[in-house]
């Protein structure tokens, strides 16, 4: 089975901090996402990336910013957290982009800014 | 743009009872996902959908997809208090990157 990893499974930040969230992956997968997930909004996809070095971003990625290093990892910025970044994020990893056996996401990680 | 709309947003039901979760999405697909996320967990794949007419079973859920209307369904036989959780579709975008949206999410809450 495909293993993704966050590092943390809670974060307590304080406003201004420079955050890294941390997502690895052990299944080769090229293709690897960072979403958000909000009551009442669902997942919103802030940034994802088809190859090494390659990124795109997602539908909110205004005060974000990823790395991607090495194909097992990617990183998700928070260059400078705010309150309103206070939220549950989730990673995923995928052999084929919104392939045929959908996403696979590791176990979020809860982050509150204060 | 699409846009994945799911309802009901909660949902309330009896032990064995029946119900329909809606899954809506406004623009052609061919890829619908139905994922479950237990409270504090990560989302679980439950069932991955690649054509019109797909339909799938596990247990007490059935899912289905019809491109035509644009809409899935994820129906839920005789409920048991196990199957209390929240249930997301998300559809494929398609294009080059055809990355996953999601619907906003069932609350599904079985009593005894």
């Known amino acids: 089975d495909v293993k993704v990893t966050q590092s943390s499974r809670y974060l307590v930040k304080r406003t201004g901090e420079k955050v890294f969230l941390e997502c690895v992956q052990d299944m080769d997968h090229e293709n690897m996402f960072w979403y958000r997930q909000d009551p009442g909004l669902g997942l919103r996809l802030i940034y994802f990336s088809y190859d090494v070095k390659m990124k795109e971003k997602g539908d909110i990625p205004e005060g974000y910013s990823v790395s991607r290093e090495k194909k097992e990892r990617f990183s998700l910025i928070l260059e400078s957290a705010s309150t309103n970044q206070t939220s549950m994020y989730l990673c995923?990893?995928?052999?084929?982009?919104?392939?045929?056996?959908?996403?696979?996401f590791g176990s979020g990680t809860r982050l509150t800014v204060v | 743009e699409l846009k994945v709309e799911q309802n009901p947003l909660f949902l309330s039901m009896q032990e064995g009872k029946n119900y329909t979760i809606y899954c809506n999405y406004s623009t052609t697909s061919d890829r619908l996902y139905w994922y479950r996320q237990d409270p504090g967990k990560s989302l679980e794949s439950l069932f991955v959908l690649l054509s019109n007419g797909a339909v799938k079973q596990e247990g007490r859920l059935m899912a289905s997809l019809d491109t035509k209307a644009r809409l899935s369904t994820l129906h839920i036989t005789a409920a048991v208090h196990d199957l209390s959780a929240t249930y997301f579709c998300a559809v494929g975008s398609g294009g080059a990157t055809n990355k996953l949206i999601f619907g906003t999410g069932t609350l599904l809450a079985v009593q005894p």
């Open positions: 995923a990893s995928s052999l084929y982009l919104g392939g045929r056996n959908g996403y696979t």
